[in-house]
């Protein structure tokens, strides 16, 4: 029976080892943690736990989700029990553990396990991990490793002239828990992305003022509370004074970086094949299938997207390839792919940093993971709800997640409140 080796037990590699057994293998998860979830599970501890592993989770108090419930599913098990479209983070926990104990998926997990290095060696794969509690550290060799660690546990942080002389306090979104840290600062907030439109709105209701630094291309028709401005990039910093593009100068006591995170994959040798090139991971066939080494694939690398509905999707469509039921082009004809890809993406305005960006992209993506695996679609349903749920989240931050929807058919949903 051949063997794969599945890096995380999160929303990705939960869906990635049910497809892995249903299609015959043997499988190994590895979880550094003592509990599935991945990026779900909250906890108060920042920076290194107490086996001196990084902090991955980037939960906060209160979160609740910024897409329906209805979207974040898998497609042949959804989030059930709940009225509301919007539901708390523990909601999508709960959500995972009833999947896992529905396929029993945690026989397979190898939990409290830090993956140390994975490597080709003699066609197949060694992986070196170590057993957190005990200290131990074995070697073991597998036929497939699917990567299913997450993109949400590295920081990024912008490159910003001047900032080594910043005298205040500077905290990434990762390590936010609460706005408690906030009471009656001044803080500059950098990025408008999900996270950063949502903490602002948190961060306003403590302190003295925000200002919501961004670059895109419309402001934002949500109405912040009164204590919160909008202005352009920063240009540079000079001690607590922060120089913006547009000439204009403000203090700041605290700069509160929600420029989201870096996929990073620490634990792979340099001869896997796969490097990261400003945010962009190359070279993946499909944003999905090693090139290099196509027994290595990546389950949840696109972003604005139906995850857990896009993670099936891409888990199934490595199946058909590793199962022999498809074959994969060469690998002349998988970079030629991809290189056709990123130039259509690059024509339009995507720079580097957003490879694998997809939004309105999505279906297109969908269609084309499908299509070439000859596999069942994601329901356009899905895509079409996604999208609304995110144009809405942008105009009516306030009151957004008072939407409830529910699912007509294939095609269609209605909104019910």
């Not at 919007?86 to 999508?92: D, F, T």
């Not at 074995?138 to 910003?160: Q, S």
Request: net charge negative; with cysteine; proline share 4%.
């Amino acid at each position: 029976m051949k063997r794969i080796a599945v890096v995380g037990a999160g929303t990705a590699g939960l869906c990635a080892a049910r497809r892995a057994l249903e299609n015959g293998y043997s499988v190994t998860i590895y979880e550094q943690n003592n509990e599935i979830g991945g990026t779900w599970v909250y906890t108060d501890q920042v920076g290194t736990n107490e086996y001196g592993i990084e902090v991955h989770s980037s939960m906060y108090q209160g979160l609740r989700t910024n897409l329906p419930k209805e979207v974040m599913g898998y497609p042949d098990f959804q989030i059930d029990g709940y009225d509301e479209s919007y539901v708390p983070s523990k909601a999508i926990e709960n959500f995972l553990g009833a999947f896992c104990a529905k396929y029993q998926l945690e026989k397979y997990i190898r939990f409290l396990h830090y993956v140390i290095r994975i490597m080709p060696k003699d066609n197949r794969w060694e992986v070196v991990v170590k057993n957190l509690k005990t200290g131990s550290v074995d070697f073991e060799m597998f036929d497939y490793v699917m990567i299913c660690n997450g993109h949400y546990h590295t920081p990024l942080y912008p490159t910003i002239k001047g900032l080594e002389t910043y005298q205040g306090q500077q905290i990434h979104s990762h390590d936010y828990k609460n706005a408690e840290r906030f009471r009656d600062q001044s803080v500059l907030i950098i990025g408008a992305g999900p996270s950063g439109m949502d903490l602002c709105h948190e961060i306003s209701k403590v302190a003295e003022r925000v200002t919501l630094s961004h670059h895109m291309p419309e402001t934002p028709k949500t109405q912040f509370r009164p204590n919160v401005n909008q202005k352009p990039d920063v240009a540079y910093t000079k001690g607590s004074t922060v120089v913006f593009t547009n000439g204009e100068e403000e203090k700041y006591t605290i700069i509160f970086y929600c420029t989201g995170y870096k996929y990073a994959f620490p634990f792979l040798s340099t001869n896997c094949g796969i490097y990261v090139d400003d945010n962009w991971v190359r070279p993946l066939y499909k944003h999905c299938i090693n090139i290099e080494y196509p027994t290595m694939s990546f389950i949840g690398i696109p972003y604005y997207v139906c995850a857990a509905q896009m993670m099936d999707l891409q888990s199934r469509f490595t199946m058909e390839f590793w199962k022999g039921r498809k074959e994969l082009p060469s690998r002349e004809e998988m970079l030629q792919d991809t290189e056709q890809e990123m130039e259509r993406r690059f024509a339009k305005g995507y720079k580097k940093r957003q490879a694998h960006m997809m939004g309105e992209e999505q279906i297109h993506y969908y269609n084309d993971l499908a299509k070439t695996a000859a596999i069942e679609n994601i329901k356009p349903v899905m895509t079409y709800l996604h999208n609304e749920s995110s144009r809405r989240f942008l105009d009516d931050l306030l009151h957004f997640r008072e939407d409830v929807f529910r699912i007509v058919d294939n095609e269609s949903f209605v909104k019910i409140n």
